[in-house]
């Protein structure tokens, strides 16, 4: 039986077995050997998060409680926001941004069925699918190479009198001309959903104020997924500097209940009873009013303990990405007549998510037989997502139909599609493994 004098002595003999558990059998001891497999993405953690699930594990709260309040705290801090919520997934993030801008409570600013939201069809589809499922109206502006953002230029004539949203992503860590984007929705007076879930880290700089991406429109939008530049394994951020949206975020994210009381505390607002809501009678329990219709999409306990350590590496992971980045930019220099090389944004300071490459088109190359090369010498590639949302199967009922529209033509999407792929940069890189990725790429286009 264990000599243990009281709970706490527990869990730190306990957390310190975890350490050496991860010394033992998780910590990477073996250097990289060249064919060994090199992922486009992968968690770099050692014992502190280790410990910290288990630390709450032995809570066993499971729900969201005190490494959530912690985790929501600290980012918020971090990035330079008022508020940010936890929730399970970036998917859910962003469809927790949309439904907050659906609420009654906006007035004549509310996102209602057969609006319109300006985003791009070159990127990955859960920043699509809420506009969509609501029956809102995407409109689909094309995109620039090589920042493979939207194209500003077109950004007038995709605009109606139906237009209340803007909700793009930045593109692997490279922010988009947020300088027009933002003059646009200011000039017209529309919701901008800054979806930051491959860019955290960020900085863009507007009139001489540098702020992270996520931090410049209503709304932004994190996901901590393993693949991310951080990682609870599954989980989510939604983020604003603005009270009322604060407000709803929580209601959607939380089954749209009026009440604000956090988890496991009754009467937190002391008027539980007291109050006239819809049609109900005269004091009927608050914590049972439902403003909206909402869902249930909070993270466990389990993952933010793991993303509050996380939080405290992530400076170090962003200038690792960095650093990564230039260093296989600078191998591939040479292959510039054959490729098309990513530049960052003007006024930028990207946090990399990866490394994307287009084979250029007066070449006699072949994008897929480029990647089937790269891969079989154990690099791992990746499309840019969905290359152009409209071609997939998901469209084949809705294609034609005014669910959705194309403004101008979409002819940088669809050379994305044919031609491009990306390769990754993630923290737990070394120089080996870019120099040796950096090879092998040369080799496949013949350099």
């Known amino acids: 039986m264990a000599d243990w004098k009281n709970e706490e002595q527990a869990r730190e003999q306990i957390k310190a077995l975890v350490a050496d558990y991860y010394h033992d059998f998780k910590e990477k001891k073996t250097p990289f050997c060249e064919g060994d497999r090199i992922s486009y993405a992968s968690r770099v953690f050692d ?92 409109v ?26 803007v909700m793009i992503a930045h593109t692997l860590g490279n922010p988009f001309d947020l300088k027009a984007v933002k003059a646009f929705c200011d000039a017209h007076g529309l919701w901008l959903v800054e979806d930051n879930c491959d860019a955290l880290g960020s900085r863009y700089t507007i009139d001489g104020e540098t702020r992270f991406t996520g931090t410049w429109g209503d709304i932004g939008t994190s996901s901590f997924y393993p ?18 949206l604060h407000r709803l975020i929580l209601s959607y994210r939380d089954w749209g209940r009026d009440c604000i009381c956090p988890s496991g505390q009754d009467n937190f607002c002391g008027h539980r009873f007291d109050g006239q809501f819809g049609e109900l009678p005269a004091g009927y329990d608050h914590k049972y009013v439902y403003s909206h219709f909402g869902y249930n999409l909070k993270v466990t306990d389990l993952q933010a303990a793991v993303g509050c ?15 990564n980045w230039a260093r296989l930019r600078a191998i591939l220099e040479k292959a510039s007549d054959l490729l098309i090389l990513p530049e960052p944004a003007e006024g930028s300071e990207p946090s990399w998510f990866g490394f994307l490459i287009s084979v250029r ?35 084949d009922q809705i294609r034609g139909t005014d669910a959705y529209r194309v403004s101008g033509g979409l002819e940088c999407t669809d050379f994305v599609m044919n031609n491009t792929f990306w390769v990754g940069v993630y923290p737990g890189m070394t120089d080996e493994m870019i120099d040796y990725m950096g090879r092998v790429i040369l080799e496949a286009v013949g350099r």
């Not at 509310?110 to 699509?128: L, M, R, S």
Request: aromatic share 10%; proline share 6%; glycine share 6%.
């Open 47 to 138: 014992e502190k998060e280790m410990q910290a699930l288990t630390d709450a594990m032995l809570d066993f709260w499971l729900t969201t409680g005190r490494f959530a309040d912690r985790f929501e705290k600290e980012f918020a801090k971090w990035i330079g926001v008022r508020f940010a919520h936890l929730v399970n997934s970036g998917s859910s993030a962003n469809l927790i941004a949309f439904m907050a801008l659906t609420a009654p409570e906006l007035g004549e600013r509310q996102i209602k069925p057969g609006d319109e939201v300006i985003t791009v069809a070159c990127g990955f589809p859960t920043t699509v699918t809420p506009i969509l499922n609501y029956g809102a109206v995407p």
């Open 140 to 165: 689909f502006v094309d995109v620039t190479v090589p920042q493979y953002n939207i194209d500003v230029t077109r950004l007038e004539a995709a605009l109606s009198d139906r237009t209340k949203a």
């Open 227 to 244: 693949p991310h530049h951080m990682t609870m394994g599954e989980g989510g951020a939604v983020y604003t500097n603005d009270p009322l």
């Open 309 to 323: 350590e996380q939080l405290v590496k992530f400076p170090g992971f962003i200038e690792r990405r960095r650093h």
């Open 361 to 395: 088109p007066e070449s006699t190359l072949a994008r897929n037989d480029v990647t089937r090369y790269i891969e079989s010498r154990n690099v791992q590639t990746r499309l840019l997502f969905s290359g152009n949302l409209i071609k997939h199967p998901c469209f």
